[in-house]
């Protein structure tokens, strides 16, 4: 997985409230996802695409932050969303707040979700709208997201800090404290024999001596 540490880029502004991950990567695109990002939202009924769609102007092209209002990313367990992100283009994503599980998803594959108030939120969004090519720095280090005099603050937990910047998903997270998960397991082994090896037999032997388990 990619490392994480800053990003200077431009940025495209959904300017919506709840949009699920069906809305992201449509459920007929999940075989294919190269072009399935956003593809009702940014195509009309006949199939061509909406000029007036913000995901089709010039700057949303170049863009890798993307703004979008509060819930992003809500309904289904979709992790073909966050795949479809990053296919296309995107590293950050900005928001008031995430579904969860799609917010567990954007860590675990390399995508940072930045959870900034709504007023700051609102800030940044004027700032697109007034120039769509405006150029935006995302520090994770600093915890910031920068556009000209303006900067704004996210939380994010010391973990999914530590996997973005060491480009770590949950498997290699795992066997960077291989050695904690090793004592732990000798540690437990000692402490309930009989939930190791063979634990049907061990219950019955500590039972016919009759003696109680924990």
Same mark, same amino acid.
């Given at each position: 997985?990619d %490392?994480f540490?800053?990003?200077?880029?431009?940025?495209?502004?959904?300017?919506a409230? /709840?949009?699920?991950?069906?809305?992201?990567?449509?459920?007929?695109? $999940?075989? +294919?996802?190269?072009?399935?990002l956003?593809y009702?939202?940014?195509? %009309?009924?006949?199939?061509?695409?909406?000029?007036?769609? *913000?995901? /089709?102007?010039?700057?949303?092209?170049k863009?890798?932050?993307?703004? &979008? +209002?509060p /819930?992003?990313?809500?309904?289904?367990s #979709?992790?073909?969303? *966050?795949? +479809?992100?990053?296919?296309?283009? =995107?590293?950050v994503v900005? &928001?008031?707040?995430?579904?969860e599980? =799609?917010?567990?998803n954007?860590f675990? /594959?390399?995508? $940072?979700a930045?959870k900034?108030?709504?007023?700051?939120l609102?800030?940044l969004?004027d700032?697109?709208?007034?120039?769509?090519?405006?150029? =935006?720095t995302?520090?994770? &280090?600093?915890r910031?997201?920068?556009?000209?005099?303006? *900067?704004v603050s996210?939380?994010?937990?010391?973990?999914h800090s #530590?996997?973005?910047?060491?480009g770590?998903?949950?498997?290699?997270?795992?066997?960077?404290?291989?050695?904690?998960? %090793?004592?732990? #397991?000798?540690r437990?082994?000692?402490?309930?024999?009989?939930?190791?090896?063979?634990? +049907? %037999?061990?219950?019955?032997?500590l039972?016919? #001596?009759?003696?109680?388990?924990?």
């Amino acid at each position: 997985m990619d %490392k994480f540490t800053s990003l200077t880029t431009g940025a495209v502004a959904l300017e919506a409230d /709840n949009i699920d991950t069906d809305q992201i990567m449509p459920k007929q695109f $999940l075989r +294919g996802i190269d072009k399935g990002l956003f593809y009702n939202l940014k195509h %009309k009924a006949d199939g061509s695409l909406d000029p007036k769609c *913000v995901l /089709n102007s010039p700057a949303a092209a170049k863009a890798a932050v993307l703004l &979008a +209002g509060p /819930n992003f990313g809500c309904g289904s367990s #979709r992790e073909h969303a *966050v795949w +479809g992100l990053l296919q296309g283009g =995107f590293r950050v994503v900005v &928001a008031p707040s995430f579904g969860e599980i =799609f917010y567990s998803n954007c860590f675990n /594959n390399g995508l $940072l979700a930045c959870k900034v108030s709504v007023d700051d939120l609102e800030k940044l969004f004027d700032v697109l709208r007034k120039d769509p090519q405006a150029v =935006f720095t995302v520090d994770l &280090a600093a915890r910031t997201v920068c556009t000209g005099d303006i *900067v704004v603050s996210f939380a994010i937990a010391p973990r999914h800090s #530590r996997m973005l910047e060491l480009g770590l998903d949950m498997v290699d997270t795992t066997l960077s404290e291989i050695n904690e998960v %090793k004592q732990f #397991r000798e540690r437990h082994e000692r402490e309930f024999p009989w939930m190791s090896g063979l634990p +049907g %037999k061990a219950k019955r032997v500590l039972v016919a #001596r009759g003696e109680s388990l924990p």
